[in-house]
């Protein structure tokens, strides 16, 4: 059971352990908790390890269906979509009214380009629907040109978001965090803190994002040059704040702890941290012969600038920008759990994009940041030109940039870990580049509670004038 908790909230390598010592006290191989241990596995990227174990662990326990779904969802980002495929449909023949599995077949005719396929699956009278069915429903009906159903979907699927499972947006929460971060971080107050001194093994390269603006896409696209491994969320900086306060000896929390380091031996604080994190990301494979740059692509990173820059004085943060309203239409659709549960409704999401671009914008007015930002729109339509400027920008080759024919194939498997969000990729393409123009045709209303929070980051940002 612990295993199940550790791993459900994100301690893998703890639930890993744990299932391991239950494998070991039951003194058997236990096809369930192999089947856990598999699931374990694939959340921390070891995909073909996964495989070997869901294998297994399905010819002891054939009748779990939920290791059925797993297994298949492992081999589907491996690339082995048609084995995921087989275990899909194979599952679905033996629990034919399983909803998990359904909506994992029509989640992967989704991907597979097949959206009617998607609506004759889920089928069932809207009413009926859970919300990630809704949302993958919607999407189906986005692709075949019914932007007014596709949206009536993912609205009802938030109401049942905020109604049926009572995620409500944080905003009080997260704007007193948001007040406290920018109290502390200013440059009066980092000037006189001690910097991790030594050059780093691998460089770092912090990416930065609100959610659906495309920062997955730039990992995947740079994992594909020569010298760079996509680090993705595997330990982020955020796991080193609550460490902070006990090597700093120090009796308040984070961030103030940082204080600390000006007293004593405390100046070698920032080069422990930086320790921590580096060994955290070579215990899980990222520090791989011939690779020098690894990318961070972790959620929280927007809120890390500040200790990252005593971390990495010289740290390379590339942040992935999106037209506004392309972002909220984007994550409307999406059945995901977001920071402070913002997704919920679109005026959620607006606050909370706008909290955290003010956020950014703080830190990049308090320290000197080595800063590039990189369109979405740039990135979907001349991918190999803005890849080699972010290249050129990190201080690698831009010759080991592949052709843009490769690039837009967008096919490549990187060594293990692999990132979680590789599995859904698809070869690069541009339906998404100022989306929200079509949608406001048919519905001119469906930006209007958030215009007026969104429209002055839409001119800062240089989206004004910016169209197809």
Request: glycine content about 8%; proline content about 6%.
């Amino acid at each position: 059971v612990l295993g199940v908790v550790l791993t459900e909230t994100g301690a893998l390598q703890a639930g890993e352990g744990h299932y391991r010592r239950a494998l070991d006290a039951l003194g058997r191989n236990d096809g369930v908790v192999l089947a856990n241990l598999a699931w374990n596995l694939k959340l921390q990227g070891r995909l073909d390890e996964a495989a070997a174990i869901y294998e297994y662990a399905l010819a002891l326990r054939p009748d779990n269906r939920r290791g059925q779904g797993g297994y298949a969802q492992v081999e589907f980002a491996r690339g082995n979509r048609e084995k995921a495929l087989r275990l899909l449909d194979e599952g679905l023949g033996r629990w034919p009214d399983d909803r998990a599995l359904r909506l994992l077949r029509a989640m992967a005719d989704l991907a597979l380009g097949n959206a009617e396929a998607v609506l004759a699956r889920l089928c069932d009278a809207p009413e009926t629907l859970m919300a990630a069915e809704l949302c993958t429903r919607g999407q189906a009906l986005a692709r075949l040109g019914h932007p007014v159903e596709a949206v009536q979907h993912y609205s009802t699927a938030k109401r049942l978001q905020r109604e049926r499972h009572g995620q409500q947006y944080q905003a009080e929460e997260f704007a007193a965090k948001a007040a406290a971060c920018k109290a502390y971080f200013t440059a009066e107050r980092l000037q006189p803190l001690p910097r991790a001194a030594a050059a780093p093994a691998r460089q770092p390269v912090f990416l930065l994002g609100f959610a659906r603006s495309g920062s997955s896409l730039l990992e995947q696209l740079l994992g594909q040059v020569p010298g760079f491994a996509a680090g993705d969320e595997f330990f982020p900086v955020a796991e080193l704040n609550e460490m902070i306060p006990a090597l700093a000896g120090a009796v308040r929390g984070y961030p103030q702890a940082l204080d600390q380091s000006l007293v004593g031996d405390g100046w070698a604080l920032p080069q422990r941290l930086r320790e921590r994190y580096e060994d955290a990301r070579e215990r899980l494979g990222l520090a791989r012969p011939g690779v020098q740059f690894v990318t961070d692509r972790s959620a929280s990173n927007h809120w890390q600038l500040g200790l990252i820059k005593l971390l990495f004085p010289e740290a390379l943060v590339i942040h992935v920008l999106r037209h506004p309203l392309d972002v909220m239409l984007s994550n409307l659709g999406q059945d995901r759990r977001l920071e402070g549960n913002c997704g919920v409704s679109m005026p959620a999401l607006a606050r909370h994009y706008a909290l955290v671009m003010s956020l950014i914008r703080h830190f990049r007015g308090q320290l000197a940041l080595r800063y590039l930002p990189v369109r979405y729109e740039d990135l979907v339509n001349g991918t190999a030109a803005t890849l080699r400027r972010v290249v050129e920008f990190a201080g690698a080759d831009p010759a080991g940039v592949p052709p843009e024919a490769v690039l837009r194939a967008n096919g490549a498997m990187p060594p293990s870990p692999v990132p979680a969000h590789f599995s859904g990729r698809e070869p690069v393409h541009t339906r998404g580049v100022y989306r929200h123009l079509a949608y406001q045709s048919h519905m001119p209303a469906l930006f209007a509670e958030v215009r007026g929070i969104l429209d002055p980051w839409i001119a800062e940002l240089g989206y004004a004038e910016a169209g197809p």
